[in-house]
Nanobody, 124 residues
Framework: QVQLVESGGGLVQAGGSLGLSCAAS????????MGWFRQAPGKERDFVAA????????YYADSVKGRFTISRDNAKNTVYLQMNSLKPEDTAVYYC?????????????????WGQGTQVTVSS
């Protein structure tokens, strides 16, 4: 069992930056691929970024490519999402998720564990 707790959300102006963290419990964190998703009101949960178990492979949604960076520190059981050049359309609840398989997947149904989410609001 893995428990995930996100932090770092908040309110930021367009063009600004924000960093999210996701702390995981459990000794098997380093064997899991990790992902970030987001969900705006009235919309489906969308893939944002994912990282393989070692951190050697990453993958991004086209909408965030070049602006967001996913990383992980297996010694700290933590995955990060650095968000730069934020836009109002990035406003959403951001969720981290863990997949027991070590490789990257991009659909929510393929992830096994989820955090409670953290709100990110970008004002224009």
């Amino acid at each position: 069992q893995v428990q995930l707790v996100e932090s770092g959300g908040g309110l930021v102006q367009a063009g600004g930056s924000l960093g999210l963290s996701c702390a995981a419990s459990g000794r098997t964190f380093s064997t899991y691929a990790m992902g970030w998703f987001r969900q705006a009101p009235g919309k489906e949960r969308d893939f944002v970024a994912a990282i393989s178990w070692s951190g050697g492979n990453t993958y991004y949604a086209d909408s965030v490519k070049g602006r967001f960076t996913i990383s992980r520190d297996n010694a700290k059981n933590t995955v990060y999402l650095q968000m730069n050049s934020l836009k109002p359309e990035d406003t959403a609840v951001y969720y981290c998720a863990a997949d027991r398989r070590p490789y990257i997947v991009t659909t929510p149904d393929e992830y096994d564990y989820w955090g409670q989410g953290t709100q990110v609001t970008v004002s224009s």
